[in-house]
């Protein structure tokens, strides 16, 4: 059976409007609890998929890749022909054995102890950022704060000069952020972007990001280094990856490295704005960062969902599945899962236990980026809170237009400085 939409017509999931003001939590609250596996219908070309809400369900979809395969699109609810599956394929969008051949390429390079040799340098980079900003007093913080920490890092295991990271950044927004006219120059649901079908998230920025991948492969095949770009070029110049899988390898890693911890950042900064008590308790415990640092995980869930297709049909909670039909499973929902997260509404940086879906709910895609993402998350309030003697917003806080990313892409804030 089919619940039907038309009993719920002012849910729309598949409208980043509908996220443009707040996330539309009351709607996940009323999914979870009466209809936590919907049927909702989307405009054409698309032709609807099943909204997953629960948190036991997003584990058991996630955790099944057999019955729930990556292969037929994994990122946006845009459905791809097989021509756009083939060419725009990352290892988000495969399934094992094959996706543990991709992952492994530079897995290590992501693991606890491959991140945590960085830990100092991540430090020394917070400060920096910081020595910059805070003696402003008043600025916009996702520029000036969230979004440098990642950027600088990822540079830095890319080894490409810190210079680029502005073009890295604009190429990442205008790629993940392709329902935003202000961050995008092709807006996916608005725009003609049927030119840019084959390329990643539709985006014209796609050809500029492999060019520069090209060009980093080059100097690496004249001159090979100890980094990650030199990990893909390896595995290209073994065959490992054709081309087209280094060009989306390399997309992946920039778009994902950058994006995400920023509005981690910028929600976690916000959350304890909203709640001064919880950042006193932080200021005055600093050792309670690291737990902290789960809860803002929880409370931004920066990535809204991802997506599956069934393999075949089946019974979900009574939803009848049929094989070839979308499976999205719903993160921001899932974190506020009143069945798992008691009083799930209240921002508590004491949480515990605090197993958030917010870098995938397990599964062979668990994020690859999950230590590093903690790490400058943890470090940048280490290094933050202690220099602020108050904070205040000094300005409408505006989102990211998307019903893929929780973004925020403006955040004025007034500080004095400890
Ligand atoms: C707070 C920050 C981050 C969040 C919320 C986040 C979220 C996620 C989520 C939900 C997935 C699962 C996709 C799926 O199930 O299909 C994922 C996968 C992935 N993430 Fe992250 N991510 C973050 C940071 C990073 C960073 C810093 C990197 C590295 C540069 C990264 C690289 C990746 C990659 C490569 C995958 C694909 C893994 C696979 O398919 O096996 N992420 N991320």
Redesign the pocket.
């Known amino acids: 059976m089919r619940w039907m939409a038309a009993e719920h017509p002012e849910i729309d999931l598949a409208n980043p409007d509908s996220f443009v003001h707040e996330v539309p939590y009351g709607w996940f609250d009323h999914l979870r609890s009466e209809h936590p596996v919907f049927w909702h219908p989307e405009r054409a070309p698309n032709q609807g998929f099943w909204a997953v809400t629960r948190y036991d369900d997003l584990t058991a979809i996630?955790m099944d890749w057999r019955t729930y395969s990556?292969e037929l699109g994994?990122?946006s609810l845009e459905e791809l022909d097989d021509e756009q599956l083939e060419i725009r394929k990352?290892?988000?969008e495969?399934d094992p054995p094959r996706?543990t051949e991709?992952?492994a390429i530079c897995s290590k390079r992501?693991s606890a102890r491959g991140v945590g040799k960085y830990e100092d340098w991540i430090r020394d980079v917070a400060r920096d950022v910081l020595d910059r900003a805070l003696p402003m007093g008043e600025f916009d913080f996702v520029p000036e704060i969230s979004r440098d920490l990642?950027i600088r890092f990822?540079c830095s295991i890319f080894t490409v000069p810190q210079e680029d990271a502005p073009q890295l950044i604009s190429w990442g927004d205008q790629m993940i952020a392709n329902q935003d006219p202000d961050l995008s120059r092709a807006v996916i649901d608005r725009d003609d972007t049927e030119a840019f079908r084959l390329l990643p998230f539709r985006s014209p920025a796609a050809y500029e990001v492999f060019d520069y991948a090209d060009r980093q492969r080059d100097l690496r095949l004249a001159d090979p280094r100890d980094d990650v770009i030199n990990a893909l070029t390896v595995a290209q110049s073994e065959g490992v990856l054709n081309e087209q899988e280094f060009h989306n390898y390399f997309g992946?890693?920039m778009i994902?490295?950058n994006e995400?911890?920023r509005?981690?950042i910028s929600h976690g900064m916000l959350a304890l704005m909203e709640h001064p008590e919880q950042l006193k308790l932080l200021q005055e415990e600093p050792d309670r960062i690291p737990r902290a640092t789960e809860e803002i995980?929880r409370w931004?869930?920066?990535?809204h969902h991802?997506r599956r297709t069934a393999t075949r049909d089946l019974e979900l909670r009574g939803a009848e599945i049929k094989r070839g039909d979308k499976v999205v499973?719903w993160?921001s929902s899932a974190n506020r899962d009143e069945e798992v997260f008691p009083e799930p509404y209240t921002f508590d940086v004491t949480r515990t236990p605090n197993d958030h879906?917010?870098?995938?709910p397990g599964?062979?895609?668990?994020?690859?980026?999950?230590h590093?993402?903690r790490l400058?998350?943890k470090i940048l309030f280490q290094e933050l809170l202690p220099r602020l003697k108050s904070i205040e917003l000094a300005g409408p806080v505006e989102r990211i237009r998307s019903d893929f990313v929780n973004g925020i892409k403006r955040m004025p804030v007034r500080i004095v400085a400890a």
């Open positions: 996630h990556s994994a990122v990352s290892m988000l495969t996706h991709l992952r992501f990642p990822l992946v890693l994902a490295g995400t911890t509005h981690t995980l931004a869930t920066p990535v991802f499973t993160y879906v917010t870098f995938g599964g062979p895609h668990f994020c690859l980026g999950a590093l993402a400058e998350t």
